[in-house]
Each structure stands twice: as C-alpha cells, then as structure tokens.
C-alpha cells in the first residue's frame, strides 16, 4: 500500500462525494499493489465516523463503497480495523477533510 495516485480532477470528485457524507469526520485514501494485477488500480479508503453507533458506521461504509467512483474498485474501511498512526503515515494525509 502507498499513497493514493489520483489526479486533482478524480481528487475533487472523490472529495465531493465524501463531503455529502455528513457524519465523516476524517478519511484517508491508499492505493493496493496487487502482486497479480501489477497495471491495475485498487483503493482503499478508511474512514472516521463521528458519534455514530457501530450499526450505523456500517450502513455509511456499505453506502460509500456502493456509491464512490474510482478508477479502480476501491474498499471502505473503518480506521479503527488498523493503527490510525500506520494509515496516515502510508497515506501522506487525509483527503477529508480537505
């Protein structure tokens, strides 16, 4: 996993459609090497969720991962899966908020 590799225009949209997301507090997007697929694109982008239960976080994540346009298919994660520290690190910041 490394930084994602979008470019400004495929950046604003993705930061447009998490924008209307009104519970995100902060999400961070990482490009996945797959070892099989060396020329494919595939993401993955973790998610703070802001006083919700966790029955709701999982309604926003499945919404997300339905509704979001990448160039590639992409995977909604909650950030407390993993060390919060590890993803902003691989990540080189958050895209939301921008």
């Not at 590799?5 to 604003?12: K, M, P, R, S, Y």
């Not at 494919?40 to 346009?69: I, K, M, P, T």
Request: aromatic residues 6%; glycine residues 10%; contains cysteine.
């Amino acid at each position: 996993m490394g930084p994602h590799d979008l470019g400004a225009f495929e950046l604003d949209d993705l930061r447009r459609d998490t924008e209307a997301c009104a519970p995100l507090a902060r999400a961070w997007l990482l490009r996945k090497h797959l070892r099989e697929f060396p020329g494919r694109r595939a993401y993955l982008l973790f998610v703070r969720f802001r006083g919700l239960d966790a029955g709701d976080v999982e309604g926003h994540v499945a919404h997300l991962q339905q509704s979001l346009e990448l160039p590639g298919p992409v995977r909604v994660l909650p950030v407390e899966l993993v060390r919060e520290a590890d993803v902003q690190r691989q990540a080189g910041g958050a895209i939301h908020p921008a």
